[in-house]
């Protein structure tokens, strides 16, 4: 371990030790430091000021962060994703008073720091990141990841289907990512989950693709996802409407196997999700994300990623501000979550 590491999880320690300890109420989980006795800016920068730990061992769900974006195709910067998603993370308290869900007092979460991705290698990226979610998943630990640009999910998925078999998914994006190459590549953030289809990750019959719009360029540009089998939801479909009843539909879907859910945040409306590189016009609302997210509860979920906030894009931090409370949306959803 580095001496910054060390210094790091020595900060966190003393944080959670000494300032924190009235709001614990004896907990034997990891409870975010309540702002009533820290400071926001006080402590080192973990997602929700939890404990950073090296190792995902012992936990029931980890935040994991992989700051790359050598697949992206339009605007860089997803690699600072992580950071600024931990950074705006600090408004997050610890229950979910519109849910009632209370995620740290159900289950054990730590962040576990980021993939050492290769920025020159996209490949030896994937590598290094499927290597790393084999050891969390083989751990019994959920993880959550904090992204990066969408290529990140293809190799977090060989780990996750590594364990649990060909998985459902639950994919909120403006686009499909299911190109087959780009300058003759096939890895990048338009194909994850093509490659996934291609090795058998993805239960096909399981798979829904909520908020797809923009142009295209092949007159037919879902044929791909319907010959597979996918529900794919054009973002038309969601306009000024409620997605509850959606959801529920979902649910039956997904039925009793393992599901991830994936979301890229330009799934959202660039009017309010900005920052990041492929914006696309006329898209959800934060309000129907929660209600995606929110309709999940009940199901197997065995991981989560929130990809492609590019805070150079949005100096409001308002893109990452969400990301970070959709992440603890998807928290309070896992398997275990306990309500007040």
């Known amino acids: 371990m580095s001496c910054l590491l060390r210094t790091a999880r020595l900060s966190a320690q003393l944080l959670f030790a000494s300032a924190a300890a009235p709001c614990r109420r004896a907990s034997r989980f990891n409870v975010p430091p309540s702002a009533e006795f820290v400071a926001r800016p006080v402590g080192v920068c973990s997602m929700l000021r939890l404990p950073v730990q090296t190792s995902a061992e012992g936990l029931d769900a980890a935040f994991v962060g992989v700051p790359l974006d050598t697949g992206t195709s339009n605007r860089p910067g997803a690699r600072f994703g992580p950071q600024q998603i931990r950074a705006e993370s600090v408004m997050v308290r610890r229950y979910n008073a519109s849910t009632g869900a209370a995620p740290f007092d159900s289950l054990l979460v730590a962040d576990v720091g980021d993939v050492n991705v290769n920025l020159y290698n996209l490949p030896d990226s994937c590598r290094r990141i499927r290597e790393s979610y084999q050891k969390i998943v083989a751990s019994g630990c959920v993880p959550l990841t904090l992204g990066g640009d969408h290529s990140i999910t293809y190799p977090i998925l060989q780990a996750v289907a590594e364990k649990h078999g060909p998985v459902g998914l639950v994919h909120v994006d403006a686009h499909t990512d299911t190109s087959d190459m780009a300058l003759g590549e096939k890895i990048y953030h338009g194909t994850p989950f093509r490659r996934c289809v291609d090795e058998g990750l993805l239960d096909c019959s399981r798979v829904v693709q909520i908020g797809i719009r923009g142009s295209s360029y092949a007159p037919n540009p879902y044929k791909y996802c319907w010959d597979q089998g996918f529900r794919v939801v054009p973002a038309e479909e969601c306009w000024m409407k409620s997605l509850v009843p959606l959801m529920g539909e979902v649910r039956q ?33 934060p309000m129907q994300a929660l209600e995606i997210i929110r309709g999940c509860k009940g199901l197997n979920i065995v991981g989560c990623d929130l990809v492609e906030v590019a805070p150079i894009y949005d100096v409001s931090g308002n893109t990452a501000l969400l990301g970070a409370n959709l992440l603890f949306e998807m928290l309070c959803v896992l398997p275990g979550v306990k309500t007040m």
């Open 253 to 285: 879907q997904m039925g009793d196997g393992p599901v991830y859910i994936s979301f890229d945040i330009d799934g959202l409306d660039p009017a309010y999700a900005p920052g990041t590189g492929t914006p696309e016009i006329a898209g959800l609302t």
